[in-house]
């Protein structure tokens, strides 16, 4: 008897039935997704925009930068985060402006131009990040500056280090010697930076979903990529204090940081002649309405 035909019908239905249990699985996985993506940013949101959590924060990196560096006596010296050629010291710290700017810059222009519709608010609120890149260029060479002003030349031999009177840095690396001087530690003052910068813009999100501005999936996930890597910056922080630079380099670069952000956002933004504070103009305000007796 030929059984074919029947034979092959049945493969053909019960993969018709696996094709739409994958189907009905794969509508499940994107729902959960879907979600916990909105779970996520909500309660990140909230978090994030909490005043107390604002006034909190600053005090949470200075404890960080002052207290941080007692926990070298508590962890383990040889741990990949203690080495210098470690995947996140090359990759994320040494290019943190970089990422930064690059989340940062795209849930801003997301959040603002879905506020406002208009190209020159985006535009304005957008140019905050140009801001910042002077600030961490200006900071850079200022932190050079420093160390050529208060360095001295040495030539490392068997003994020690021999002092040499070579008047610049430059003459004294061409002589195959090593310059010394104070230096402010450029990446703790660029995470402390960002880390501050990143919790001002993205507090916002918490007053944009409260105005039930449109926030769609890729704004959301823009959003929690930017908490992601606000947290990244705060653990690598976090190692920096721990296992690199010098105390008081430390606490300056964090120091300058701080300044450079209560310049910029705590101060110069709240001007009418300034890029604008986050949120700025974005947001209808409300009507008061008077009671006439």
């Given at each position: 008897?030929?059984?074919?035909?029947?034979?092959g019908t049945?493969?053909r239905a019960?993969g018709?039935?696996?094709?739409a249990?994958?189907?009905c699985?794969?509508k499940?996985l994107?729902?959960?997704?879907s979600?916990?993506?909105?779970f996520?940013?909500?309660?990140?949101?909230?978090?994030?925009g909490s005043p107390c959590?604002?006034?909190?924060?600053?005090?949470?990196l200075a404890?960080v930068?002052?207290?941080?560096?007692l926990?070298?006596?508590?962890?383990?010296?040889?741990t990949i985060?203690?080495s210098h050629?470690n995947?996140?010291?090359i990759?994320?710290?040494?290019?943190?402006?970089g990422?930064?700017?690059?989340?940062?810059?795209?849930f801003?222009?997301?959040v603002?131009?879905l506020?406002?519709?208009?190209?020159v608010?985006?535009?304005?609120?957008?140019s905050?990040?140009?801001?910042?890149?002077?600030?961490w260029?200006?900071a850079?060479r200022?932190?050079l500056?420093i160390e050529?002003?208060?360095g001295?030349c040495f030539?490392?031999?068997?003994q020690g280090?021999l002092l040499h009177?070579?008047?610049d840095?430059?003459?004294?690396?061409?002589a195959?010697?090593?310059?010394?001087?104070?230096?402010v530690s450029?990446h703790?003052?660029?995470l402390?930076?960002?880390?501050?910068l990143?919790a001002?813009?993205?507090a916002v999100?918490a007053?944009y979903?409260?105005?039930?501005?449109?926030?769609g999936?890729?704004?959301?996930?823009v959003f929690?990529l930017?908490v992601?890597l606000?947290g990244?910056?705060n653990?690598?922080?976090l190692?920096t204090v721990?296992?690199?630079?010098?105390?008081?380099?430390?606490?300056v670069?964090?120091?300058?940081g701080?300044?450079?952000?209560?310049?910029?956002y705590?101060s110069?933004?709240?001007?009418p002649?300034?890029?604008?504070?986050?949120?700025h103009?974005?947001?209808p305000?409300?009507?008061s309405s008077r009671k006439?007796n």
């Amino acid at each position: 008897m030929d059984l074919g035909p029947v034979g092959g019908t049945g493969s053909r239905a019960a993969g018709a039935r696996i094709q739409a249990l994958l189907g009905c699985l794969l509508k499940v996985l994107l729902w959960l997704a879907s979600a916990l993506l909105y779970f996520g940013s909500e309660q990140a949101a909230r978090l994030l925009g909490s005043p107390c959590l604002q006034r909190l924060y600053h005090a949470w990196l200075a404890a960080v930068v002052i207290f941080g560096p007692l926990l070298q006596f508590h962890v383990n010296p040889r741990t990949i985060f203690a080495s210098h050629g470690n995947f996140f010291n090359i990759k994320f710290v040494n290019s943190a402006w970089g990422w930064t700017c690059t989340f940062l810059g795209g849930f801003v222009l997301l959040v603002v131009f879905l506020a406002t519709r208009r190209v020159v608010v985006t535009a304005r609120h957008l140019s905050r990040l140009v801001v910042g890149a002077a600030v961490w260029r200006g900071a850079g060479r200022a932190f050079l500056l420093i160390e050529d002003l208060t360095g001295s030349c040495f030539e490392p031999v068997p003994q020690g280090l021999l002092l040499h009177e070579l008047p610049d840095r430059h003459s004294c690396l061409a002589a195959g010697h090593q310059w010394r001087g104070y230096t402010v530690s450029s990446h703790t003052f660029l995470l402390t930076f960002c880390c501050l910068l990143m919790a001002e813009e993205a507090a916002v999100f918490a007053k944009y979903l409260a105005h039930g501005l449109p926030a769609g999936t890729p704004l959301r996930l823009v959003f929690l990529l930017n908490v992601l890597l606000l947290g990244l910056w705060n653990f690598l922080l976090l190692c920096t204090v721990i296992y690199f630079h010098q105390y008081t380099h430390k606490v300056v670069g964090a120091a300058v940081g701080t300044f450079a952000w209560y310049l910029t956002y705590g101060s110069w933004y709240h001007q009418p002649w300034s890029p604008g504070s986050p949120g700025h103009g974005l947001f209808p305000r409300p009507h008061s309405s008077r009671k006439h007796n």
